[in-house]
Structure formats: C-alpha cells, structure tokens
C-alpha cells in the first residue's frame, strides 16, 4: 500500500488553516483506506527557532489531542512526535550531504524567516527542508498533504531524492507528490486577504484557533475584514476580492463542498448575512473539536503513551530504510 507522510510544527496553537489545509485532509486519506498514514508532530522542527521547553511539551500534548479530536485515530494512523524516531534525524544528516546550499538559499520560507539578519538565524533553520525531505523519505512515502506554502520543500524533497538516487546510481528513493486540494489549501488572515493565516500573527483576531470557544469564533467571523458588496453567484466575481474569497473558500472547505456550490447558494447575500451563516458552520464543525482537545488534555499520560506506541511502530518502519540508505552510501556495519 502506498505511504502517507506530514507533519505539524508543535509551536503554538493549531490555526483553522492548520485544520483546513491539513489536519481535515489527514483524515480524509486515513479514512479512505487506500494509504498506510503516518502523521508526526515535527518537534524537532519546532527547536529551529526558539522554543521554550515547558510550552513545547505543553505544545506538542496539545497537537497530538488536535489530531485525535480532528478524526486521526491512532488505531488506523500512526501518530508520533519527531524525535522519537532518530532514524529522521539520521537520514536528514546525509541529506545535509546530498543538498546544496544554493538549493537552501532558494526556499521562501528561509528568506521570510530568517529576514534581514539571516547571519543570526539557527543552522538548523537553513536545513530545515532535508529534515523535512527525511522526514518524508524516511518511510518512502508517495503522497503529502500540504497546504498550498509547503510546496516549494516538497519540489526540494523530490531534489534530494533525484539527486541521491543519481549520486549513487539506484533506484531508491521514491518521487513523492505532495496532495494539495481542497477549497481551503490556503486560508488567508481574517484581518488582511494578502496574508496567510498563522499562527504566529500577532492579532488574534487574524486567525481562528482550534481551541477557540464558540462565541469566539463567532465573534471573529463577525469582525472579519470584508468589501462593501455583496456575494457574487460566481467565483469569477470573486477575481479582485481577496477578503470575500477567503471566507467563501473557508465556507466551502467546511461544508465540504465547492465554491462554486456556496456561490450558487449564497451568491446575491450580504455579508451581513452570509457572515452569520458561515459563524454557525464553523461552531457547529469546530467547536467539538475544541471540547474534545480540552478533554484529552486533561489525560496527558494517555496522550503520552498514543505517542510512544505510534513511535515504536514509526520506527520499525524507517530503520530498516535508514540501514539500506547506509549500505549504499559505504557505511560500514553490521
Ligand atoms: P506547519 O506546522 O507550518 O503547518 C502544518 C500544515 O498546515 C498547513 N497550513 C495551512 N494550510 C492552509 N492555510 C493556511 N493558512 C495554513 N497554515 C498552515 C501547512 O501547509 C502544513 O501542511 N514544514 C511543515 C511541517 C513538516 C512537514 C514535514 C510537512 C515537517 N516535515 C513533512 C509535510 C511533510 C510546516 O512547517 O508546517
């Protein structure tokens, strides 16, 4: 059966786009039963840049209580944090040796986070994509579900893995796609249509987070930045009109269906009246979600044993894809 490989950051809280844009998805493939799943909190992405120790722990706890309240069910996917799998680690040093530094230089999200001053970014921010293409690879997955900024790393993933296969003459590492789909592969800022939607915005009412309650998240739908128009019935119309875009494919995505499909419904309305309509889809579909993260928090024990059990098994996985990888590479060992 063909792998399914993605990962979330534990460094704050999960944003809508986070569940949009890839949790929602995640389930959709596990529950599909076409794929073995493998989904992995990416702690040892998270340390690229600062992380305080306690909120990590407390971030990545509340990561793996997002998965399993969003539908990821440890008994179909295997669920696990980064670092308890060495295997990535090792696997992203010797694609630290098969990358190159101009391929780094050349990833937007390098030159957005480490700004002006890239002198004083981590090393470990800089080769940020071969972990990511080892964690992939690791367990020579074919498809990742991403939202729509992943997919400049996933062009890198497929370069590492052409570049090993040509540097050693085999046919071992697979080209993976990345699965981008969906109405919502990239959910905008509530406050600005021009910028995504993050979890590092320093207004909250720019996002809606998983943990919101429900009067919050009606609120900050209400508040959302919107033109003066009303809906066109075509998406067409929504050329120009980023705000309204946004929030049409955020309906969509929830409702699971189209754009076009809300349009039809929808298209003529004002905001004033689509908004309230849109506030109760997000309570009615996100706010079990909330309940639910906030009742496996309070069993971190249990989360915590979800975690070694889908490491054990994410292991036996990628060793021994990690020992093939030495013996072609020279290593000796036994
Ligand atoms: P991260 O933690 O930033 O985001 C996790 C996932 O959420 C998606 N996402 C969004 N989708 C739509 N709209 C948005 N506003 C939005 N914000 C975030 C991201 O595209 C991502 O799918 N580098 C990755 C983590 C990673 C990974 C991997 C992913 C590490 N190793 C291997 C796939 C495979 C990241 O920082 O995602």
């Not at 508040?223 to 705000?243: F, I, Q, W, Y």
């Not at 070694?308 to 013996?327: D, F, M, N, S, V």
Request: with cysteine; glycine share 6%; proline share 5%.
């Amino acid at each position: 059966t063909p792998r399914v490989f993605s990962g979330i950051q534990p460094s704050g809280g999960l944003t809508l786009g986070n569940y949009l844009g890839a949790m929602k998805r995640f389930v959709t493939m596990q529950d599909e039963g076409k794929f073995e799943t493998v989904y992995c909190m990416v702690d040892l992405h998270a340390i690229t840049v600062w992380q305080d120790p306690a909120a990590l722990t407390r971030a990545t706890r509340e990561l793996c209580a997002g998965f399993i309240a969003a539908g990821v069910d440890p008994s179909k996917s295997i669920l696990f944090n980064q670092s308890q799998v060495a295997e990535h680690a090792q696997l992203a040093w010797i694609f630290n040796c098969v990358a190159r530094m101009g391929w780094m230089q050349r990833m937007t999200q390098w030159k957005d986070k480490a700004g002006k001053n890239s002198q004083n970014a981590s090393l470990g921010l800089f080769a940020y994509p071969a972990l990511m293409a080892a964690d992939i690879l690791v367990y020579h997955a074919t498809h990742v579900p991403v939202g729509e900024d992943q997919k400049q790393h996933l062009e890198l993933t497929r370069d590492i893995a052409i570049k090993f296969n040509n540097d050693f003459g085999v046919d071992f590492f697979p080209e993976t796609e990345p699965v981008i789909e969906g109405a919502a592969t990239r959910v905008m800022s509530l406050r600005d249509g021009s910028k995504k939607m993050s979890k590092s915005d320093p207004s909250d009412m720019s996002r809606i987070n998983l943990t919101d309650d429900a009067d919050t998240i009606a609120q900050k739908i209400r508040k959302a930045r919107t033109d003066p128009e009303a809906l066109p019935s075509e998406v067409d119309g929504l050329d120009d009109r980023p705000e309204a875009r946004n929030l049409v494919n955020i309906y969509a995505a929830l409702a699971e269906t189209t754009p076009d499909a809300v349009l039809a419904d929808h298209g003529g309305s004002q905001f004033s009246a689509f908004k309230p309509a849109l506030a109760d889809l997000a309570v009615d579909k996100l706010a079990p979600i909330s309940t639910e993260m906030s009742r496996l928090m309070e069993q971190p024990d249990e989360i915590d044993r979800i975690l070694g059990h889908g490491a054990e098994q994410a292991r036996a996985l990628a060793a021994p894809i990690l020992k093939k990888t030495y013996e072609i590479v020279g290593m000796v060992g036994a």
